[in-house]
């Protein structure tokens, strides 16, 4: 097939090269970003003086009926094509002639390409950034509703001391309030624009970045253009935090399966985010938080792909570069399916407190309690922790807890405990006491509560 590059060359390249090389499937969906970066280019080249204004008017005239036929379906993107790039530069000359040959002066499409991609992935993170909104505010909505209802909480996967569900619920709240965070960070080091490094070494012609990046909404512009060109780093930095992300959407899923398992029946979700067995009549498979956990394999694997892409590239570009987008557009994909699918599964799950309470009751994780309530009557911690242990001990050899063990019981192994016992091991006065900042309290929740809210209040 002919090339725009034919010259040192003769275009040709054979047919398996040709389909070996093409990257189109891939970058097609950029073709917005590539046309308003060079609609913006052709302006500062018009500007600058760099090509007659009249020309850049044509460039820019043709590049907007582009636009609008690919988004039209009028025009569709020939999948034979090398890439994005080559293709909308191709049919912009075909359409409007001669000044369509003049728009790649002064770039290259290695920071053209670049460019392109910083600008995807702004809006990409854009689109997750409302994804996980949505998400908080369906935890938000359940954690609200639970306030006082008493789960046990786990170590080792023990039960160990009881939380509450909203507690529970809040500690992913803030997971994912950081992995915004994160995002936000990323997006902000990825919004400085690599146009006009050209092929690696900058140009001769007086152009004026700033006034391009401006116009495409950049913060400022790569101050080096061999790193322009061949940094990436941005891209693997979007990655890791997918990956992060991803691995607390697992971790919950998790916790979602067991929940719902029988064994726990803490939860139960919503027929429409679930799944029958083929065989096996009574059951309802939890298969959304399954694929939430299962497809955090693919982000780490994108992550370590384009670590390992990226390390031995000498500067500047190298056409290894070419797979970053595959990698990276999966990893968003992936996390955007993800998203899509676990806020509404949650926002339906039922919860089941009775179930939840039931658990706490048979764990003794009101044993610190006991031992605290003996701290506060004078005895020293570790005294105390003993004479816990011990109850607890007389409580699973004689079948009992220590919510109805006998006063007289409780002072076998100890004069200090009175009727006010009982008010301490009460599972609910257990959590809404731990008024610690950070503790299981209601206070406590509201303060998370606020400071959910206002990391995503700015968040479309
Ligand atoms: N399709 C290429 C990519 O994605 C565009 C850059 C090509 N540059 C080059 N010098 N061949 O990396």
Redesign the pocket.
């Known amino acids: 097939m002919a090339k725009m590059?034919e010259g040192r060359t003769s275009a040709d390249t054979s047919q398996i090269a040709d389909d070996f090389n093409s990257?189109i499937r891939?970058?097609s969906r950029m073709y917005k970003a590539d046309i308003t970066g060079s609609m913006a280019h052709a302006a500062m080249l018009g500007e600058c003086g760099i090509i007659p204004v009249s020309e850049a008017d044509q460039i820019i005239d043709g590049l907007e009926g582009i636009l609008a036929d690919i988004e039209s379906g009028a025009l569709q993107i020939d999948p034979d094509a090398?890439?994005?790039?080559?293709f909308v530069e191709d049919v912009l000359t075909k359409r409007i002639g001669d000044a369509g040959k003049r728009l790649h002066t002064a770039r290259?499409?290695?920071d053209?390409?670049t460019l392109d991609?910083r600008m995807h992935l702004r809006d990409d993170i854009d689109g997750i950034l409302s994804g996980m909104r949505s998400l908080i505010e369906a935890i938000l909505e359940i954690a609200g509703d639970n306030k006082m209802t008493v789960m046990p909480g786990y170590t080792h996967l023990q039960r160990a001391q009881p939380v509450t569900f909203a507690h529970h619920l809040m500690a992913y709240a803030m997971m994912f309030t950081r992995d915004i965070d994160r995002l936000i960070c990323s997006k902000k080091r990825m919004n400085v624009s690599p146009i006009g490094c050209c092929?690696l070494a900058g140009t001769t012609y007086p152009t004026n970045r700033r006034k391009e990046s401006e116009a495409l909404g950049f913060d400022d512009i790569c101050l080096n253009s061999l790193d322009g060109v061949s940094d990436r780093d941005y891209v693997i930095e979007l990655v890791s935090d997918l990956a992060i992300l991803m691995m607390h959407l697992s971790r919950l899923s998790e916790e979602i399966i067991l929940w719902s398992s029988w064994e726990f029946r803490f939860v139960q979700l919503s027929d429409a985010f679930t799944t029958g067995s083929s065989i096996m009549p009574q059951k309802k498979n939890s298969d959304m938080a399954e694929l939430v956990r299962g497809k955090t394999g693919r982000v780490y694997g994108h992550l370590m792909g384009l670590l390992t892409v990226m390390k031995g590239i000498p500067l500047a570009?190298n056409?290894d570069?070419?797979e970053?987008?595959e990698a990276v557009f999966d990893a968003v994909d992936t996390v955007k399916a993800c998203l899509d699918v676990f806020a509404p599964m949650i926002a339906t799950m039922q919860v089941l407190p009775q179930n939840m309470m039931k658990a706490a009751q048979e764990g003794f994780i009101n044993a610190t309690d006991v031992a605290d309530y003996l701290v506060r009557k004078g005895l020293p911690f570790r005294s105390a922790y003993k004479i816990s242990g011990r109850l607890v001990s007389k409580c699973i050899d004689e079948g009992k807890v220590l919510e109805t063990l006998t006063l007289d019981e409780y002072r076998e192994f100890s004069e200090l405990f009175d009727e006010d016992i009982y008010d301490a091991v009460d599972l609910t006065n257990c959590t809404m006491r731990r008024i610690s900042e950070g503790g299981t309290s209601p206070e406590s929740f509201d303060k998370q509560k606020e400071f959910v809210l206002n990391a995503i209040k700015d968040l479309k």
Not at 82 to 86: G, Y
């Open positions: 590059w990257s891939v970058d090398e890439d994005i790039h080559m290259s499409r290695n053209q390409v991609l092929a570009y056409k570069m070419q970053d987008k």
